[in-house]
């Protein structure tokens, strides 16, 4: 989420003068040279010169019986519209952690007309005022008199999230708070931290917690007095660093301070005595009377400046206290003339098209070590990255889109093949799910990596239109383990959680969701779901005012109760979104079951072999040992059905082909495992 006063001055113009600039959309073309050639032509002067996804949205428009439509308002009673999933539990924010006499949260200012005055910039004190924190647990609202209008929309808001085992953490702009999930039906708190800084994204690795910190009231000692100073040894802004041995009372063990702050971070493992961490700041540079060897400014004049990089932190994993930035690595440098501000230089792009950002920073960086790559959304392009030496990242590839106004995040599919970026138009702060708002701005956009090339695919944008006290846009989610498909869950903040599938780049498809109605019928207050995660069975909806939401996925025509439970399969002791892991399934009988009601989905495969698989299946899975007295001859005869399976498919292409021979080689697995 990006809260500036930026994102007040821009209205989007009529949706007929954007219909017939859309008509005259061209295929998008990939990068060909990445660098600093400026285009000529007046109605996209200033603009640099790299491969455009300008293909309109593939989506259906709106239908106008969707339940989400509206849905009545309310903090805890709004009204709720669900296909696909339902609500398990809900927890509220605890004490501590909103404001009493605003438990929604405050009432944004309204966005101003492109001709207005700007308003004033915001002080340079810190947004929010107190007194000491003089121990762990909650703290009592104290806003600064001084804070514009608004400022204060996000003080207490939740932010991401992070798991091990069968604990949850939940990043807040005030601190975070841990959970026990292990019941779904009754999450339970087991401590709140309190430390201000915004925007407290977090990950977990081992016993440690990383928080990501970057507004100018956070101190290296978790205080809630904030900084008044212009420069001072006491702000923090960077990436904490917590020993949570025991997650009851965590430790701060270290706090890497950087030029502009933490944003988010990505964690980036190496071997086992050392982890990398990429830190993306977005805020203003700092002084070097503040932070030694910051600075900011046009690279043409300062070569040191802190804009185009991200921070490489390097953290000893015996020794985490030893974290320490190493790196400061040019990613968005001009490959033949070593300018380092080598991509889109931002501004507007021609009429019908979004006024993009500059890239001088990334917001979010996903990395995959399984496949060495790292995908960046860089406020301007969407980049493809080898992480092979984690402490070096390099640039293999670059997009952009005159449909993106803010590139935001970034997903991979389980095979490395697609990419998924996400445009955060209105910085999340914003109503952009509205029925005149164009489907494929503040969407997401679907790459299919090629040659480690990005090709364009096609946009996905939740369908629902919102209301104008509702912010809505893309933003952050992550896979569902459903073996052979490709499908993701994300949060779209006030427009509800939203399951999509997106096996076909160029034709995604909504396949579930939930949402409730808004926080207020007239104002607008920041809430919504800042991510929606996968972890273990369930979905994990982090509600940016409403506190989390536990839901489970129920079937339906575009998803099988075997594609559910074949899912369900999946451990893991760790996840944290911007590091990806690797997706392998069990060789078992639901497995098997999944591919089948796939095949049969798209009549890829006979009723009669159908038939021989599930007949064997079942024959199989009533054996207990290996050893009963006719075992032998189940298992072999289920090993045959495989290899006809596996006949079967080299008649096929695509996706049928890999999922008849996928299923050929569970079936195999679940035999092999019983001799």
């Not at 802190?306 to 320490?324: H, N, T, Y």
């Not at 919102?466 to 459903?482: F, K, R, W, Y």
């Given at each position: 989420m990006r809260f500036r006063t930026s994102d007040f001055g821009f209205r989007p113009p009529s949706l007929a003068g954007l219909a017939r600039e859309l008509r005259r959309d061209a295929a998008p073309e990939r990068l060909r040279r990445v660098g600093g050639r400026i285009l000529k032509a007046a109605a996209i002067a200033g603009f640099a010169a790299i491969g455009m996804a300008t293909v309109s949205a593939q989506q259906k428009p709106a239908d106008a019986n969707d339940p989400r439509i509206g849905l009545k308002p309310g903090l805890r009673d709004a009204g709720v519209a669900a296909r696909g999933m339902e609500l398990v539990s809900t927890r509220p924010r605890p004490e501590g952690f909103y404001d009493p006499a605003n438990p929604g949260g405050v009432a944004m200012p309204g966005e101003r007309p492109g001709n207005a005055t700007p308003p004033p910039p915001p002080p340079t004190a810190p947004q929010t005022g107190g007194t000491p924190q003089t121990g762990a647990g909650p703290q009592p609202y104290a806003p600064s008199s001084a804070a514009p209008p608004g400022?204060?929309?996000?003080?207490?808001?939740?932010s991401d999230l992070a798991f091990s085992g069968t604990h949850m953490v939940m990043g807040n702009f005030h601190g975070f708070n841990a959970y026990d999930i292990e019941s779904a039906k009754s999450p339970r708190l087991l401590a709140s931290i309190v430390c201000p800084g915004g925007q407290g994204d977090v990950s977990i690795y081992g016993n440690l917690l990383f928080m990501s910190v970057e507004q100018t009231r956070g101190r290296v000692d978790c205080g809630v007095q904030g900084v008044p100073e212009v420069a001072s040894k006491d702000r923090f802004r960077g990436v904490r660093i917590f020993d949570i041995t025991d997650i009851r009372n965590p430790k701060q063990v270290a706090a890497v301070q950087t030029c502009r702050g933490s944003h988010t971070h990505t964690l980036v493992p190496k071997d086992k005595q050392t982890l990398y961490v990429y830190g993306s700041g977005t805020g203003g540079v700092r002084s070097g009377e503040e932070l030694v060897d910051c600075s900011g400014g046009d690279p043409k004049e300062?070569?040191?400046?802190?804009?185009?990089?991200?921070?490489?932190?390097?953290?000893?994993?015996?020794?985490?206290?030893?974290?320490?930035?190493?790196?400061?690595?040019r990613i968005f440098a001009d490959e033949k003339t070593g300018a380092i501000a080598g991509l889109n230089p931002g501004g507007d792009s021609g009429p019908g098209t979004q006024r993009s950002a500059t890239t001088n920073q990334c917001h979010d960086i996903t990395v995959y070590p399984a496949v060495g790559l790292a995908a960046g959304a860089c406020s301007g392009n969407g980049i493809l990255m080898d992480i092979s030496d984690p402490a070096n990242p390099k640039r293999l590839d670059a997009?952009?889109?005159?449909?993106f106004a803010y590139w935001h995040s970034a997903s991979f599919n389980n095979d490395g093949t697609k990419v998924i970026f996400t445009d955060e138009w209105g910085g999340g702060t914003r109503p952009r799910c509205r029925k005149e708002d164009l489907l494929n701005w503040g969407a997401d956009a679907i790459f299919d990596i090629v040659d480690k090339k990005m090709v364009f695919g096609g946009y996905y944008k939740m369908p629902a239109p919102?209301?104008?006290?509702?912010?809505?846009?893309?933003?952050?989610?992550?896979?569902?383990?459903?073996p052979g498909r490709d499908i993701m869950v994300q949060g779209w903040y006030q427009g509800g959680v939203s399951v999509f599938d997106f096996t076909d780049s160029k034709n995604p498809v909504e396949i579930a969701f939930f949402d409730r109605g808004p926080l207020d019928p007239k104002n607008l207050i920041i809430g919504g779901y800042w991510s929606g995660y996968w972890y273990n069975g369930n979905i994990y909806g982090a509600e940016i005012s409403r506190g989390v939401d536990i839901f489970k996925l129920v079937p339906t025509q575009h998803l099988s109760q075997n594609e559910i439970d074949a899912a369900i399969q999946v451990r893991q002791t760790e996840f944290n979104a911007q590091n990806q892991p690797k997706i392998t399934w069990p060789a078992t009988s639901i497995v098997a079951k999944a591919y089948l009601d796939q095949l049969g989905r798209t009549n890829a495969i006979s009723a009669e072999r159908a038939k021989a698989v599930r007949d064997n299946l079942a024959k199989v899975d009533e054996l207990r040992t290996g050893k009963e007295r006719d075992a032998t001859a189940r298992l072999d005869a289920l090993t045959a059905v495989a290899a006809q399976v596996e006949a079967d498919a080299k008649s096929k292409t695509g996706r049928d082909a890999m999922r008849l021979n996928a299923l050929a080689e569970t079936l195999k697995g679940r035999a092999a495992a019983l001799r």
């Open positions: 400022a204060g929309a996000l003080d207490f808001a939740n300062n070569a040191n400046t802190a804009l185009f990089s991200i921070d490489v932190i390097e953290v000893p994993l015996g020794a985490p206290e030893k974290a320490r930035v190493v790196n400061r690595p997009v952009a889109d005159k449909n919102q209301t104008e006290s509702e912010n809505c846009v893309a933003h952050n989610g992550s896979l569902i383990p459903v």
